[in-house]
């Protein structure tokens, strides 16, 4: 299991209405899908979007899709194995939850992890095409638009691939990335309520961080194998180097600008920085060191 890790502390949790599910009023509302659209790079996709939202185009058919639909029929599978392997309860399942404040926003829920609070979320990803790291950057719009909507201060990704295996991502609130999100979503919706074009927002978002749990073993890693060998055959001189240089700044002169003998000239900066350089016979390697 991977954790992204950021201060949720200042993100605000107004008390969020569940109302009932329609599923034929999308195009009144922006939801965890359109999200994602609309910190995307993809500008047909966000045209198609805003067409939909005015009513000047039906909603994409994603029935012929095979893995939407994959995403789907596994979806109570997902659940289920989700609830299995970490004793949790799902709740609020398909449930549509508005925004207090914005009410142009809402989620429709995969549900509600009733211990924690968290936001849960079902995918179905391809073997090949998956890692954490980029499962989380896939769906990081969606996710936190999720939880601003439902003032939730983390989700779960549960994640089943073609390859049989099963993943559990925690996520939690980033209050930049929602502010980021926010935004694009406002000028968006303005855009459909006023019948501007809209353009790629065209910021970049917060990364993912993923909290470092794994231990990978690198010894078929050819480029590791020539750097291991470097560090562990200048080890001991790197440590004779560094304790000599810290002995010679100590018996420069503090009132001295200027130092050199025996092939080595140091100087001291304005700020009292002192670096050093080799001159006359090791010339050849007269890089400045600090």
């Not at 605000?12 to 899908?33: E, K, L, M, V, Y």
């Not at 709740?91 to 009410?103: A, G, L, M, T």
Request: with cysteine; aromatic share 8%.
């Amino acid at each position: 299991m991977s954790t992204i890790q950021t201060d949720a502390a200042s993100v605000p949790a107004p008390h969020s209405q569940i109302i009932p599910f329609n599923p034929n009023d999308r195009r009144h509302f922006i939801g965890g899908s359109d999200a994602r659209i609309i910190m995307g790079d993809d500008e047909n996709r966000l045209i198609r979007l805003w067409r939909e939202k005015r009513g000047e185009a039906e909603p994409e058919d994603l029935s012929d899709s095979l893995i939407v639909q994959l995403g789907t029929v596994t979806e109570v599978l997902n659940r289920a194995w989700y609830q299995r392997s970490t004793n949790t309860t799902i709740k609020d399942i398909q449930k549509r939850v508005r925004h207090p404040v914005h009410k142009w926003m809402a989620a429709t829920l995969d549900g509600i992890v009733e211990q924690t609070g968290a936001v849960f979320e079902a995918k179905f990803m391809l073997p090949w095409s998956f890692t954490e790291e980029a499962a989380a950057e896939k769906h990081m719009a969606q996710l936190q638009h999720n939880m601003w909507v439902t003032a939730s201060r983390s989700a779960v990704l549960s994640i089943i691939t073609g390859g049989g295996k099963w993943a559990e991502i925690k996520i939690y609130a980033d209050p930049l990335y929602q502010h980021l999100l926010l935004t694009a979503e406002k000028k968006f919706w303005r855009c459909v309520q006023r019948g501007e074009r809209p353009a790629l927002f065209n910021i970049e978002a917060p990364r993912p961080r993923l909290e470092a749990v794994k231990v990978v073993d690198m010894s078929s890693s050819n480029q590791w194998a020539e750097l291991a060998a470097t560090y562990l055959r200048t080890r001991d001189a790197h440590g004779q180097h560094e304790a000599a240089k810290a002995d010679l700044k100590k018996l420069m002169p503090e009132d001295a600008k200027e130092a050199t003998g025996h092939g080595i000239k140091s100087k001291r900066s304005k700020s009292g920085a002192v670096s050093f350089e080799a001159y006359g016979a090791t010339e050849g390697s007269d890089a400045s060191v600090q």
